[in-house]
């Protein structure tokens, strides 16, 4: 797999000689696509009245999923493709451990919370390729290998099962809870995907 990491690295990094436009590009994506996710996150939050139960649990897990991953990280602490001088940085980035990617983690959770709501798939759609292009801007800036990124897609992934799997259960005992108080149906839309 090591081969493979490193093949894939040197194919999407942009080496020693990048050309200067993809560059500026990687770098805005690199530091700035999680602010505009945390951003649309923000504006579903205030927009989507309906499902804001929802968006804080997406809010909340994504707190979780970044701590998993920088705990992760810090354990294993694998050096970053500029630390071991198999590229240049080309933005500033503490020598911590990349494995796995706490952007690409994070990123890929909210963007699956969202694919799994019927009224936030749209967004989701586009939370999703802010989080592989910032995994591809990653890459190429030289501060992760693809096998960072991947791996933090693959914990963001597990992340957003488990909260949908958490939300299933609670709704499942909300609405038993209702029916037992005499409150019935209405209180479903709070927990229900709309």
Do not use: K
């Amino acid at each position: 797999m090591n081969a493979l990491n490193l093949a894939l690295f040197h194919w999407i990094n942009a080496g020693n000689q990048p050309t200067q436009g993809v560059l500026v590009v990687a770098r805005g994506f690199a530091l700035w696509a999680a602010w505009l996710s945390a951003g649309i996150l923000a504006l579903a939050l205030w927009r989507r009245r309906g499902e804001r139960a929802y968006l804080f649990a997406v809010a909340a897990t994504a707190g979780v999923t970044s701590l998993v991953s920088h705990g992760i990280a810090m354990l294993l602490n694998v050096p970053r493709p500029f630390v071991q001088g198999l590229s240049p940085a080309y933005i500033t980035h503490a020598a911590s451990g990349s494995l796995p990617s706490t952007h690409a983690a994070v990123m890929s959770m909210v963007a699956l919370a969202f694919l799994l709501r019927p009224g936030l798939r749209a967004l989701g759609v586009v939370l999703l390729a802010l989080a592989a292009a910032t995994g591809w801007a990653r890459i190429y800036v030289g501060v992760h290998f693809p096998i960072d990124i991947a791996a933090g897609f693959v914990l963001g992934s597990a992340m957003a099962c488990a909260l949908a799997l958490a939300f299933r259960i609670f709704h499942f005992f909300a609405l038993r809870a209702g029916r037992a108080s005499g409150q019935g149906p209405a209180d479903r839309s709070l927990w229900r995907p709309s």
